[in-house]
């Protein structure tokens, strides 16, 4: 049997719905700024479609693009501008930086109050304690997907694959807070028998960057599975899972493209109209 299909394109529909009449009853119009540094064609693109989604939800997009022969010193004057600005109510740093700029410095430069991409040290800590926070925008858009969706992870088993900062661990911590309440498990490229780990899993998430990592083998009939993997190959994007022979054993599986990746878009709006409310002291 066929699996149910995750409409990630559909629930971040429904996303954007919400933070669009949200936006539309606040008395002023929450401000995103983007930073994009240097020529490549990857982040061009996801910024072009970061800033296309604001609009789409009455946030107004601030832009500025650098070339990649600015140095950190420029940049941190930058976002130190930008955290200082009013109007501005979340930043994102598009990453990677080219050449020696450093990512990470450059995050931990912006003000926590506007790190909509959840990112900063302080988002990452409040996570870890279980606070109320920022959250990074992949992993909360997998929990919103599988809100929407009704698939239930109290109790459940999660087996994420990838231990990455952006995805994997914040994912983990996601899937363990209270409320949440699943028995999670890190798998990485070090893991000895990932079949065997995955097989275990209620809830999988490939978040490897892998095309095809995970094979039907890899799954527990019925299981939930998510694919995270973004991978550029002769035949286009691809994900980590190989949807045709997965499709046939889980129980419910994203399509990659289609989606976790509008999700993360999705939820960096919902961040961006968090962070606005936050600011001014409303919602
Ligand atoms: P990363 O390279 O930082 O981390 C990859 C992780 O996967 C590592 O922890 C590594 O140990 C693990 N891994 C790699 N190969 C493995 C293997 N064969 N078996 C088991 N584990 C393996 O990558 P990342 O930034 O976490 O991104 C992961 C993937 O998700 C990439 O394809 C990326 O493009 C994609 N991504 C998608 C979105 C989205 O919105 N859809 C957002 C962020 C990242």
């Known amino acids: ?32 700024a983007t930073i994009l540094v240097g020529d490549d064609p990857a982040s061009h693109s996801y910024v072009r479609g970061k800033r296309r989604d604001a609009g789409q939800v009455g946030i107004r997009s601030i832009h500025h693009e650098l070339p990649d022969s600015i140095d950190q010193i420029e940049l941190t004057a930058l976002i130190e501008s930008l955290n200082a600005d009013d109007d501005v109510d979340g930043i994102l740093v598009q990453l990677p930086l080219p050449g020696d700029l450093n990512g990470e410095s450059a995050v931990e430069t912006i003000d926590p109050a506007k790190d909509v991409d959840g990112l900063h040290p302080f988002s990452l800590g409040k996570l870890m304690l279980g606070q109320p ?16 969706y009704d698939i239930g992870t109290a109790g459940s088993r999660a087996v994420i694959v990838g231990r990455s900062y952006l995805v994997g661990r914040p994912l983990a911590m996601l899937l363990l807070e209270r409320g949440a309440d699943s028995t999670v498990t890190v798998a990485h490229s070090r893991t000895v028998d990932l079949p065997a780990v995955t097989s275990e899993a209620d809830i999988l998430v490939a978040a490897a ?62 961040n961006t109209l968090r962070a606005a409310e936050a600011r001014r002291g409303v919602g």
Do not use: W
């Not at 919400?18 to 401000?31: F, H, I, N, R, T």
């Not at 083998?217 to 973004?230: K, Q, S, Y």
């Not at 550029?232 to 989606?259: K, M, N, Q, S």
């Open 1 to 32: 049997m066929s699996a149910r299909i995750l409409d990630g394109t559909e629930v971040a529909a429904v996303v954007k719905e919400e933070v669009s009449k949200a936006v539309a009853d606040l008395a002023y119009q929450p401000g995103l």
């Open 133 to 148: 926070g920022l959250r990074p925008c992949t992993p909360s858009g997998v929990m919103r997907l599988l809100d929407h």
């Open 209 to 270: 960057g892998s095309p095809g990592l995970i094979k039907a083998e890899h799954v527990r009939p019925g299981a939930t599975v998510i694919d995270v993997g973004v991978n550029r190959t002769d035949d286009g994007l691809v994900g980590d899972v190989d949807f045709g022979a997965v499709v046939e054993v889980a129980g419910a599986i994203t399509p990659a493209p289609g989606g976790v990746g509008p999700m993360t878009r999705a939820m960096l709006l919902a």
